[in-house]
């Protein structure tokens, strides 16, 4: 279940209720914009996977690269024809899984993919009415799962899989019985022992009770969930709803006590568990997301609760924006969740070939799990070329960091991370509605000359380039490549933001800044503040492939310019917060001899804050 789905609201009805909170001021997971003082702090070829093997793991070992599967929610949000043709939801079948367990199993297991994780409803009917046994657990819907969850767990644990079930956070309120119902195996334990005394609701739908863990008895009650999981067979658990995030901050939202007591009661059933939180998890909480889970989703639903399964404008295109906040944060046991991959179904995911190529390869390169939330029944070979490309999917299980825009986060962007090996995985992407060219400079890359160049997408070798590689695009259009230096690291020269010789205007100020080269930078670059460095040296007039190092809590613009020409304005990613410094690289023509670059912030806008830039040496 996603942000939408779990309240009985039209599903749209409620997706516009919870971005018009989140606009009024509910959800605070990121900083409001810097209007105040200077801010400060602290600031290749790669082996494919085989089918996850079964066997002991420990609990970090569940994820020690993305989760690679299929996820029932897609379909079941989903109005195209045909797919939901007993009402909203009623995808959700036993007889549905076992059909996409096989088609998995025969189609995308040799690739990698092994979980089917069955999303919410199983225990409701079709009219949303929940199942329950006697001990306030969640039951399955015998018509929707008529064999119950064990036996599904079973089928599909028999195909060599993993199996995945989900449940909402918090004690669901028709579970509560008056306070009455018993915990199982915690004697003296009722629901009324598990939530605070004012019954105060949780989860992004408010759905739920909060359980309140000060009361021995609601860590009980996650053990009693847990075990019943651990016994059914299951692999893998989504949480969802969880906060703060969801749309919702604020005591009553923070779940992060939920997902400990989870990871605790997990552990002791001695069944290795991948544990997944959603939807739009609070930045701020990376650590703890980090500590007791496995995986977090960094957005909002991908799907588009429309007559197809995903479109383009709906959530596609906002992880552009929001996956770089997030990318630090990634690693061996924990993974920044971008949400369901809809590339193959051709109509039915209501995408064009490119955006389909497009939204496979930001989640391969962001080292999102993939899972596809498409009718493995009915894959066409494109979405099944892509789904099953060896070079891509080994980007996204390789050893190498997510990548990061090594550009501004413009129409045209080029994200990048370095392999292992030396070599670079470069994507190019033209997310503008129009064909453009993309090109990617190896000066952004840190490196000059040559270098030779794999098309991942088309398994073949293009050849050596000098100093860049630019590509036509089609609107919405891709490149991935494995970019191999032949050539020498980039020689540049380092100006300091805070440096004497600099001319500060408007509001603009030094600030310490740990994180920062110079333990200081230049903030309150606002309401026409501006930056600007003096005495820039270049050695002949050209086009200075110039690295910008700045720290932003969130997205903002710059308009930038040298020598009192005029301006290109560049939107800057989000660093994640106000003490991380993160590089975007930016042409800048400049003369021989000294010249002047400035940074400006608007008559109204907000700009980042600027560490220091690097100025190659020569062209």
Known sequence: MRSSSYSVLPARILRTAIVLATAAGLATAVPAAHAGPAHTGSGTAHAVPAAHAEGPQTPRAVAASPYMGWSSWSMQSSKYPGV????????????????????????????????????????????????YDAYARQQADPDRF??????VADHIHAKGLKAGIYLPVGLEKEAYGDGKTPIADAPGCTTADIVHADLRTTNGWDSAYQLDFSRPCAQRYIDSQARLLAGWGYDFLKLDGVGPGSGKSGDQYDNVADVAAWQKAIAATGRPMHLEISWSLDRGHAADWKKYSNGWRIDTDVECYCNTLVSWENSVDDRFDDTPAWSRHAGPGGWNDLD????????????????????????????????????????????????????????????????????????????????????????????AAAPAAVTADWAALGFTGKAAVRDLWNHENLGTYKNKVTEALPAHGSRLFTVTPHGSALATTAYEAESPANTLGGNASVA????????????????????????????????????????????????????????????????????????????????????????????????????????????
């Open 84 to 131: 939901n043709p007993d009402g909203d939801y009623s995808y959700l079948t036993e007889a549905n899984v076992l059909k996409q367990t096989d088609a998995l199993a025969t189609k995308l297991r040799p690739y990698g993919y092994s979980y089917v994780n069955v999303d919410a409803g199983w225990w409701r009917d079709k009219a949303w009415k929940p199942e």
């Open 146 to 151: 008529p064999h119950g969850m064990k036996a």
């Open 512 to 619: 310490d800044c740990s994180a920062c080269s110079g333990a200081h930078k230049v903030g309150n670059l606002y309401l026409g503040g501006t930056l600007r460095f003096n005495d820039i040296v270049a050695d002949k007039a050209g086009t200075y492939q110039v690295r910008i190092a700045y720290v932003s809590g969130d997205a903002r613009k710059a308009a930038v310019s040298a020598n009192g020409n005029g301006a290109t304005t560049h939107a800057f990613p989000s660093t994640g917060d106000w003490g991380t410094v993160e590089t975007v690289t930016v042409p800048i023509t400049l003369k021989a001899g000294a010249n002047t670059i400035t940074f400006d912030s608007g008559g109204s806008g907000y700009a980042p804050d600027i560490d220091r830039i690097d100025v190659p040496t020569s062209l």
């Open 340 to 431: 369901s991959l809809d590339v193959g179904n051709g109509a039915m995911d209501g995408l064009t070939k490119a955006e389909r190529q497009t939204y496979a390869t930001l989640w391969a390169i962001a080292k999102s799990p993939l899972y596809t939330g498409d009718d493995l029944t009915r894959l066409d070979s494109y979405g099944l070329s892509l789904l099953t490309n060896r070079e891509v999917i080994a980007v996204d299980q390789s050893a190498a960091p997510p990548a990061r825009p090594v550009t501004p986060a413009d129409d045209q962007q080029v994200w990048a991370s370095r392999n292992p090996d030396g070599s670079h995985t470069v994507a190019l992407f033209n997310l």
